[in-house]
């Protein structure tokens, strides 16, 4: 059974088709074949009436120039005490019955009638040529107690190709209904086809993922409803983009001024712990202002070799006296958008570093895109939530504890990052350690 829609509905279409077809062309051909009996056999029937009424009317001295009379034209008659048809002969009791009726509307009660046909090689009059097959029916009625009258007529020979024309014109209405709904099938198709497409590479950012409308009218209105659709969303999307964007950079200036004045409170312990917390909250911003613009990838791209980035990074922290290892030599080269990827790494690894101790890194290809595959020995994320840790501001500890603490958007930035490379971001909890995420960067990246 296909699957697509073209393919289900030209199986359909054929098999009920042919069904139709097949008992159409069987009820023309057995009405086609009763006509041509009736068109060869009736001459043939009619003539051998004429010459019964003709004899039953002359008088019996006459009775042999009325046979000898009619016997040409391609027949032959005769008077005999025995039927020219023998009873075990192959005999056709469609054609004796109609002899018998032609004779009794004539008025004639035939006391027996038979009839065969038989075919049979005759030379042309002129003697030369080839000899030809004839087809003859026998025709034989018992008009009185001891004489039959026989008669040898030649009918018209079948149309040997009928059943082949009425076949090959039934093959061909089937051929071109076929190919017209199969032709309606794949219209109808495409344009859906183009909608799942659309609707599959939507990733609600940049450049709204358009269908061209095509098809009949009312696919067309669906096509154009669900364009309408994506930009509105895109158009929503970036207005949260923007926003979001906006209250971050305004913040960001009564931020510093902020910071200056701390410097002149007293005691010491306060002015710390102050700046502490205005130091969480720039960080905060500076986060949501990279969320913010992720969509809009103001970065400029650049060919570069993924493994050596993520080296330089595994560096910074063994410096530091983290526990950061990478499991990869091989070079992969891709476009990125380096600052960003760094970005998105570096939260993976804080992660991996803040609910485990130890984490190790590889870099791999597979196929057109390259993945980087960050893995600790933490606890992992129970399954039911690890959906919910790519949206922003969602933490597992919900206590918002500040030794574990984080704002909750560090996984929404990688997330963001790596779909602004055409990728993915995907968690799961690796059997034996802990949570694997893995930052996919797409060919296009
Ligand atoms: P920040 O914005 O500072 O990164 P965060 O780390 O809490 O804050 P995310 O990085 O987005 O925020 O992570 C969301 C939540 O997912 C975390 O609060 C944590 O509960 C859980 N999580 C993330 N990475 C891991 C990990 N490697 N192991 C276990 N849980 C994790
Ligand atoms: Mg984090």
Redesign the pocket.
């Known amino acids: 059974m296909p699957k697509s829609l073209a393919g289900q509905m030209a199986l359909l279409l054929g098999l009920a088709l042919l069904v139709a077809q097949i008992v159409n062309f069987a009820l023309i051909l057995n009405e086609r074949q009763k006509l041509t009996l009736a068109q060869t056999q009736g001459p043939a029937i009619n003539r051998f009436v004429t010459v019964a009424t003709d004899l039953r009317q002359a008088p019996a001295e006459f009775r042999d120039a009325v046979i000898e009379d009619n016997s040409r034209r391609g027949a032959r008659f005769a008077i005999a005490g025995a039927s020219a048809v023998p009873v075990q002969a192959q005999r056709h009791p469609q054609i004796e019955a109609r002899l018998t009726q032609a004779l009794a509307t004539a008025g004639i009660r035939a006391g027996e009638a038979r009839a065969t046909e038989v075919t049979e090689r005759r030379r042309p009059r002129s003697g030369t040529g080839k000899a030809e097959e004839h087809r003859i029916l026998i025709l034989s009625a018992r008009l009185d107690s001891n004489a039959w009258l026989n008669g040898r007529l030649v009918i018209p020979r079948p149309d040997p190709f009928l059943t082949l024309r009425l076949a090959a014109a039934t093959l061909l209405l089937y051929l071109i209904v076929l190919g017209a709904s199969s032709l309606i099938a794949i219209r109808i198709a495409r344009p859906l086809r183009d909608l799942a497409r659309a609707a599959e590479r939507f990733g609600g950012r940049g450049t709204p993922a358009l269908v061209e409308p095509r098809g009949s009218a009312d696919l067309r209105r669906a096509l154009e409803a669900f364009n309408a659709m994506n930009r509105r969303v895109v158009a929503l999307l970036d207005e949260k983009d923007r926003m979001l964007g906006a209250i971050g950079h305004d913040l960001r200036t009564p931020l510093a001024s902020l910071r200056i004045r701390v410097e002149s409170i007293e005691p010491e312990s306060e002015r710390q712990r102050m700046g502490e917390i205005i130091d969480e909250m720039a960080?905060?911003l500076e986060?949501i202002l990279v969320l913010a613009r992720s969509g809009r990838s103001r970065e400029e791209e650049r060919v570069m070799d993924v493994t050596a980035l993520v080296d330089a990074l595994v560096e910074e922290y063994r410096e530091m006296g983290h526990d950061v290892t990478l499991a990869t030599s091989a070079r992969e080269v891709l476009k990125v958008q380096p600052n960003l990827l760094r970005r998105a790494i570096r939260?993976?690894i804080?992660?991996?570093l803040?609910?485990?101790e130890s984490v190790s890194i590889s870099v791999r290809r597979d196929g057109e895109s390259v993945g980087i595959e960050?893995l600790?020995n933490?606890?992992?994320?129970p399954p039911e939530?690890l959906e919910h840790?790519?949206?922003?501001?969602?933490?597992?500890?919900e206590s918002r504890n500040r030794a574990?603490?984080?704002?909750?958007?560090?996984?929404?930035?990688?997330r963001a990052v790596a779909e602004n490379h055409g990728g993915t971001l995907s968690?799961d909890n690796a059997p034996g350690a802990?949570?694997r995420?893995t930052l996919k960067l797409g060919p296009t990246g």
């Not at 933490?378 to 994320?381: K, S």
């Not at 603490?405 to 929404?412: F, I, K, R, Y």
Request: zero cysteines; charged letters at 15%.
């Open positions: 960080t905060m986060d939260n993976l804080d992660n991996g803040k609910y485990g960050v600790d933490g606890a992992g994320i939530q840790v790519l949206e922003p501001f969602y933490r597992v500890e574990t603490g984080g704002t909750g958007l560090g996984l929404s930035i990688a968690l802990g949570l995420a």
